[in-house]
């Protein structure tokens, strides 16, 4: 492993140890990779995403049938969490 020295202003400081007395994390070095990890788990996700939708042509205008479908895909998805705790 490298040890990296990290500068912080005061109120990143206090928000850092703030998450790590919530007991989600053990230390700072357990929040700064889980932090990183994350980074590079969204990235890996969204990059592919991104460039599928700049390669899928011009946008076109979103109709209100499209609105509404996305309306039902959410409130099936809430519905769903609800159900599943």
């Known amino acids: 492993m490298t040890t990296l020295t990290v500068t912080l202003p005061e109120a990143l400081t206090q928000y850092l140890q703030e998450q790590i007395a919530?007991?989600?994390?053990?230390?700072?070095?357990?929040y700064i990779q889980t932090l990183i990890k994350q980074d590079q788990a969204r990235k890996t996700y969204l990059?592919?995403?991104?460039?599928?939708?700049?390669?899928?042509?011009?946008?076109?205008?979103?109709?209100?049938?499209d609105w509404d479908n996305i309306r039902q895909t959410v409130r099936k998805n809430y519905s769903d969490r609800a159900q599943n705790g």
Do not use: F, Q, R, W
Not at 22 to 30: A, I, L, M, Q, R
Not at 47 to 65: F, H, N, Q, R, V
């Open 22 to 30: 919530s007991g989600h994390y053990n230390n700072t070095d357990d």
């Open 47 to 65: 990059e592919p995403l991104i460039l599928e939708g700049i390669a899928s042509g011009d946008a076109t205008p979103m109709k209100a049938t």
